[in-house]
């Protein structure tokens, strides 16, 4: 590892807050060289349209700005400045330290790009020196960001640097080095690829994987069968190119008869032949005996439904995977829908339309963002 690479412990956390989150404020706006940079990288390597591309970046940069970094750390902390000293607790009047672990070594999928910059972003705060390893199918534009960061804030820029990307089929032996040196790996992809990294990684060496994940969305009643709706659901669906665990793989939506479900199954198709260039196959029949997820993009599946236990069931093989749902219902149904779901294993349960739009405080995978990667530390005077 260089030198020169060192961490921040001796700097508040309030600095890097403010450092962070005006850097994403700068990415915001429209003008920014480096977002333009890559928005363009976004087009012509990892095949996402501009319109697309400059959503997501604003989905990515409005939910890291200082507010929402302070919001994070205070909903999983309490009191963020544990990361700076010992700090009285409120509730056992115990003195209480937390530290992040030296290094990190950040994995990344090429399925999107957002997570490489929030997980860099997480390891920032907790003030550990971040090596990341981009796929080389797809590297995302995480080193655009650092030469950002190296250009805005240098010292914080120096606590993170890029791994070398390996040799095709060659596995992760090449990391060898830099997952010794880790006090924490995270690592996104396949959960056949999960299982090859831990392999690489020394006993006892903390690690968090965020492996294969699907969502869907689940719309009950006329209110939720609206053009509206569709539109909304559309979006959810375009906007990381059925990429990502958060883009819904299957539409479940209430009816009994093709006049109730048709409307709403055309202006979905619409909706997304707009927003997204060229042609998709949208479907739907009543037949939830078998639900299968579609093993190429562009092809969404719509199920209608009677009864939402069918739903229940439908999903059921599907269990252990299930991350979003994008839900609309009814009050009390939408709240007694939402309690099922999430006996089921489903971590997020929001509004169609937002799907791709996750807030900084979502438990992703289930799990806090950042609490625990962290050791404590509690003196009792």
């Known amino acids: 590892m260089k030198k020169n690479i060192k961490r921040t412990e001796s700097r508040p956390i309030a600095s890097i807050v403010t450092s962070l989150g005006a850097l994403s404020s700068r990415w915001l706006k429209k003008d920014c060289p480096f977002r333009k940079k890559a928005v363009r990288r976004l087009v012509d390597r990892s095949g996402y349209a501009g319109k697309m591309a400059s ?64 997980s860099f972003v997480l390891g920032m705060l907790v003030k550990s020196v971040n090596l990341g390893k981009v796929s080389r199918r797809d590297h995302g534009f995480l080193d655009i960001y650092l030469e950002s960061l190296s250009k805005h804030d240098p010292r914080l820029a120096a606590t993170s640097r890029l791994l070398p990307l390996g040799v095709k089929g060659g596995g992760y032996a090449f990391l060898r080095g830099p997952l010794h040196r880790s006090g924490l790996v995270v690592a996104y992809g396949s959960d056949e690829t999960l299982s090859e990294i831990k392999k690489n990684i020394p006993q006892g060496t903390a690690f968090e994987g965020y492996g294969h994940r699907v969502s869907v969305g689940v719309y009950v009643g006329p209110a939720a069968r609206t053009s509206a709706v569709a539109k909304k659901a559309a979006r959810d669906v375009w906007m990381s190119g059925q990429r990502g665990c958060l883009s819904p793989l299957v539409l479940f939506i209430e009816g009994r008869k093709e006049s109730e479900v048709l409307p709403f199954a055309r202006a979905f198709k619409r909706a997304l032949e707009r927003d997204a260039k060229g042609k998709w196959l949208v479907s739907y029949d009543d037949d939830l005996s ?54 089921m294993g489903v971590n997020r349960i929001c509004r169609a339309g937002r799907m791709q739009v996750p807030p900084i405080t979502w438990h992703h995978d289930g799990r806090p963002n950042l609490a625990h990667w962290l050791k404590w530390a509690d003196w009792e005077e």
Do not use: C, Y
């Open 55 to 118: 959503a997501m970046l604003d989905a990515l940069f409005g939910e890291l700005t200082a507010p929402k970094l302070w919001r994070l750390l205070r909903a999983e902390l309490g009191d963020p400045r544990v990361l700076d000293e010992f700090r009285r607790d409120r509730i056992t009047g115990k003195w209480r330290r937390a530290r992040g672990p030296a290094v990190i070594t950040h994995i990344f999928s090429s399925n999107v790009p957002s997570p490489a910059i929030t």
């Open 290 to 343: 078998h639900v299968s997820l579609p093993k190429s993009d562009r092809v969404v599946p719509i199920k209608v439904f009677r009864k939402i236990e069918d739903v229940f069931k439908a999903l059921r093989p599907f269990a252990r995977w299930l991350q979003g749902v994008s839900l609309e219902a009814p009050e009390p149904q939408r709240r007694r829908w939402a309690e099922r779901l999430s006996a």
